[in-house]
């Protein structure tokens, strides 16, 4: 089984643009969420996507975007880019059946640098 | 979410156990403790969960108190591999659950 992939691994953005950063499902996944690791810190949740829907979020704002496809690979989308969104962007996916959900596989993570 | 309180850092000799110790005094009933790792400059890695019963699996044991207010995170013979960030975190297993992490515990295993 593959696990969670996510591309590009390393971004360089000016300040006021924007990005999308992509994410593949492990096989066997419905379920997708991203969290943003700035450096020395745990990873903050900025939301998931279940069923293609949103399905919580985090207090991040509104220029934090995202989609979730029938695959179930997803994108996380960031606009007017700001320096402090410089940070390590993490995907994870899920198995959600009934209400349970089953646990977590990380990906490796975006590096985004903001300049 | 529950929050937790982890040392920010502990060391261990390679071959000794490691026991990685978390406070979740606020956990409710159908919350979870989960633990993650995550090894510098990759993401986070499942180690083991377990709600209220000691629980073991190939990598680490997990011992919950009977209260359930804290929890202790056990690597039975250290390896210079187990270097990283562990993460204690308290959720549910709903279809809405997530992942709130801590600053966590930074192990170094010495040789």
């Known amino acids: 089984e593959t696990g969670v992939t996510q591309s590009p691994t390393h971004l360089i953005k000016t300040r006021g643009q924007q990005v999308t950063l992509r994410c593949s499902s492990q096989s066997g996944h419905n379920t997708v969420s991203w969290y943003q690791q700035a450096l020395g810190q745990g990873p903050q949740f900025i939301f998931q996507?279940?069923?293609?829907?949103?399905?919580g979020r985090g207090n991040f704002p509104p220029r934090f975007s995202g989609l979730q496809f029938p695959n179930y690979s997803s994108e996380l989308n960031v606009n007017a880019l700001e320096l402090d969104d410089s940070a390590l962007y993490l995907c994870a996916s899920s198995l959600v059946f009934g209400q349970y959900n089953y646990g977590y596989t990380f990906g490796s993570g975006t590096r985004l640098t903001v300049v | 979410d529950a929050k937790t309180t982890q040392p920010p850092s502990m060391d261990c000799a390679e071959g000794r156990a490691a026991n990685l110790p978390c406070n979740h005094s606020t956990i409710s009933g159908n919350e979870y403790v989960y633990w993650y790792r995550q090894i510098h400059s990759q993401g986070p890695q499942y180690i083991i969960h377990g709600l209220k019963n000691n629980e073991t699996n190939e990598m680490a044991s997990l011992i919950i108190t009977e209260d359930r207010k804290s929890s202790t995170l056990i690597l039975p013979h250290a390896t210079l591999r187990d270097t990283a960030v562990y993460y204690c975190?308290?959720?549910?297993?709903?279809?809405?659950?997530?992942?709130?992490f801590g600053t966590g515990t930074r192990l170094q295993v010495t040789l």
């Open positions: 996507y279940y069923r293609e829907e949103e399905n």
């Open positions: 975190i308290v959720s549910d297993t709903g279809t809405a659950s997530k992942l709130t």
